[in-house]
C-alpha cells in the first residue's frame, strides 16, 4: 500500500527528519530542500546500491566525479543554450511566473486570471561569475547535468584506463536547474544529484545495448522495492525526443501527485562525443552536429582498419530524489492492528533503511541493561558496518512505533533474562514477530 496522499510523506519527512525545507527559518527557499539525520542515510543506501549495481558489478564500467563549475563552451556544443529552456508566461494581474505547459483553461493558477503574457523561452541553466572580475568573458555555468562532463573526460578515462569497447563512465553528483515553478515536493527542485551512466557502444551495437540497458535497470528498481509492475515504460515519440536522441525509453511512475517519469534510457547516438571533437569531417559522424573549431580533442576510437570513429553512447539516467521519492512512496503502510489501531510503517528494502536496528534495554538508565545493550550496539555496529542505534527511553511500545516508522528492520530488546541467560529479544519490523534468541547467533538472524 502506497501512501494515499503526498501531505502523507511531506508529514513523515518532517516529523522523522528524513527531508527538511531549506532554509526554513527564513521563510525557506523554493525548490530547495535539506536532507535530515534519516534522509542522509537512506540517499546515501540508494547512491550506494546504483554505484554497486553499476560499477562494481561491471568490470568494464568506470567511475568519475567532475567538476560541477562548467566552461561556457561545453553547454554551447552541447546544445544547452539553445535549447535547454521551458516555456515561462507571466500573469499581467498578480505578476506571478508559471510555466506555460502547467497553465490550465488559459488561467492563472494563483489568481484566476487569464491576462497572460505570450509563452518565451527561459534557459533553466545557473550562471556565476569567475574570478574576481564580474563581466561577460568570466563566467560559468553550474552544471545542469553530470553527462557533460563525462564526455569532456572521455579522452582522459581512454588515455589513463585504455578499456575497449563496449565500456562506461559512471557519475553520482550534484545537477542545477533554474525551474520556473519547482513542485510536488522533492520531485521537481532546482538543486539536485544524478546518478547517471554513459555506456559508449560501436553504433551497430546500440539498439542491442539499448535493450539490455532497460532490462538491467528494470531489475535494479525491483531489489529497491519499486517492481517492474508499477512502472510503465513509455517509448518515447520521435516528436518528443531531446535533440541528441535516437530513441529513449521513460520509465514512468505513479507519484502521488500523478504519473511521471522516474528514469531515462536514451540511445544518444554519436551526438556528444562528436559535438565536442576538432576535426569533426574524419570522424564519420552521424548525428546532425554544428561544427567545433575551439574543441582541442578528437573523441574518438580507430577500428581494426585504423579507421576513426565516434561510438554512440546509451545512457540511463535517475535522479536520487525522484528515486527517494519512488521508494518512501513504495515503502509507506499504513496498517490495523488487532488491537483497533493503527501503525505507519516504512517497509524499505533491509540494504536501503537508515538505520539496520535499534537496541532498546526494558528499563531506562538501569546500568547492567545500558551496558549490556551499549557493547551490543558496538559489536553489531562493527561487525555490520551499518548505523545502529541505541534506544535508551525505556518504552519498547513507543521504540517500535518509531523504529517502525523510520523503517528500521529490526528492534532488539535486552531484558533481565538477557543478563541472566545471555539472550536478547528480536523483533521483525514487518510481521512484528519476535524470538528470543543466544546474543551470539544475532548477526544470522539479521540480513541486508
Excluded at 37 to 43: A, D, I, R, T, Y
Excluded at 209 to 218: F, G, M, N
Aim: contains cysteine.
Amino acid at each position: 500500500m502506497v501512501a494515499q496522499s503526498m501531505d502523507s510523506l511531506v508529514s513523515l519527512s518532517k516529523r522523522r527528519g528524513f527531508i527538511f525545507q531549506s532554509n526554513n527559518i527564513y521563510g525557506g527557499l523554493q525548490g530547495v530542500y535539506d536532507f535530515g539525520p534519516l534522509g542522509v542515510e537512506l540517499k546515501k543506501n540508494i547512491r550506494e546500491s546504483w554505484w554497486s549495481d553499476i560499477v562494481y558489478k561491471n568490470e568494464n564500467i568506470f567511475g568519475l566525479d567532475a567538476s560541477i563549475l562548467t566552461h561556457p563552451l561545453v553547454l554551447n556544443y552541447s546544445g544547452h543554450e539553445e535549447t535547454f529552456t521551458d516555456p515561462l508566461v507571466d500573469c499581467k494581474d498578480c505578476k506571478a511566473r508559471h510555466r506555460a505547459d502547467f497553465i490550465n483553461d488559459s488561467k492563472c493558477p494563483l489568481c484566476g486570471s487569464t491576462s497572460l503574457t505570450e509563452p518565451r523561452d527561459f534557459n533553466l541553466m545557473f550562471k556565476t561569475n569567475i574570478g574576481p572580475v564580474a563581466d561577460s568573458n568570466n563566467f560559468a555555468y553550474l552544471r545542469p547535468e553530470t553527462a557533460q562532463q563525462i564526455f569532456t573526460n572521455f579522452k582522459n578515462i581512454m588515455d589513463s584506463s585504455s578499456p575497449s569497447l563496449p565500456f562506461g563512465i559512471a557519475q553520482i553528483g550534484k545537477a542545477f536547474r533554474n525551474e520556473i515553478t519547482p513542485r510536488n515536493f522533492i520531485f521537481r527542485v532546482r538543486e539536485f544529484e544524478q546518478m547517471e551512466l554513459e555506456y559508449f557502444v560501436k553504433p551497430n551495437d546500440a539498439d542491442k545495448a539499448l535493450e539490455e540497458w532497460l532490462e538491467q535497470r528494470l531489475k535494479w528498481w525491483d531489489m529497491q522495492g519499486v517492481c517492474k509492475d508499477k512502472l510503465e515504460i513509455y517509448d518515447v515519440p520521435s516528436d518528443e525526443l531531446s535533440h541528441y536522441s535516437k530513441k529513449t525509453y521513460d520509465l514512468m511512475y505513479e507519484f502521488p501527485h500523478g504519473k511521471e517519469e522516474l528514469e531515462g534510457i536514451a540511445n544518444r547516438t554519436d551526438f556528444d562525443l562528436g559535438s565536442h571533437s576538432q576535426n569533426q569531417e574524419t570522424l564519420k559522424i552521424n548525428a546532425k552536429i554544428k561544427h567545433n573549431p575551439d574543441s582541442k580533442s578528437k573523441l574518438g576510437i580507430q577500428d581494426e582498419n585504423g579507421e576513426w570513429f565516434v561510438p554512440y553512447v546509451i545512457e540511463p539516467s535517475a535522479g536520487i530524489e525522484r528515486a527517494f521519492l519512488a521508494i518512501l512512496n513504495e515503502a509507506y503502510t499504513e496498517e490495523s492492528l488487532e488491537n483497533g489501531k493503527n501503525r505507519i510503517v516504512l517497509k524499505l528494502k533491509p540494504h536501503l533503511a537508515p538505520i539496520k536496528a535499534a537496541v532498546i534495554p526494558l528499563k531506562k538508565n538501569d546500568m547492567g541493561l545500558v551496558k549490556m545493550a551499549t557493547e551490543l550496539k558496538n559489536k553489531l555496529q562493527k561487525d555490520i558496518d551499518q548505523r545502529i542505534v541505541l534506544e535508551n527511553t525505556g518504552n519498547i511500545g513507543k521504540s517500535y512505533r518509531k523504529h517502525d516508522e523510520i523503517g528500521t528492520p529490526y528492534c532488539i530488546t535486552i531484558d533481565f533474562d538477557s543478563l541472566a541467560e545471555g539472550t536478547v529479544t528480536i523483533r521483525d519490523r514487518d510481521t512484528m514477530k519476535q524470538n528470543t534468541i543466544k546474543v551470539e547467533s544475532i548477526s544470522k538472524h539479521m540480513s541486508f
